[in-house]
Nanobody
């Protein structure tokens, strides 16, 4: 069973920056996609950014130009650098990994952006 361990959340003021990290611990089988999702209070979980094994990247429209996702395949880690943060970026950020056995989730790391 693979576990995803997130780190890097915290509280910042609007305009600030944070960098989230996620490490996959345990056995994985052919990682296809790694990415980040978030869930704001009272809202559904939504995709933030994903990066596939071929390097292709997708961003939510709301974070394009501000967030940058990257991945270390050897270390099985995924990162997201978040700049120009806005109060609406506040939420619980979850790491996601998809391999041949399915989708796996971390427990989340909290990001709070104050105005």
């Amino acid at each position: 069973q693979v576990q995803l361990v997130e780190s890097g959340g915290g509280s910042v003021q609007a305009g600030g920056s944070l960098r989230l990290s996620c490490s996959a611990v345990g056995i994985t089988y052919g990682i296809n996609v790694m990415g980040w999702y978030r869930q704001a209070p009272g809202k559904q979980r939504e995709v933030v950014a994903t990066i596939r094994s071929d390097g292709s990247i997708n961003y939510a429209d709301s974070v394009k130009g501000r967030f940058t996702i990257s991945r270390n395949n050897v270390m099985r880690m995924v990162y997201v650098a978040m700049n120009s943060l806005k109060p609406e970026d506040t939420g619980l950020y979850y790491c996601n990994l998809e391999d041949s056995r399915g989708r796996h989730w971390g427990k989340g790391t909290l990001v709070t952006v104050s105005s």
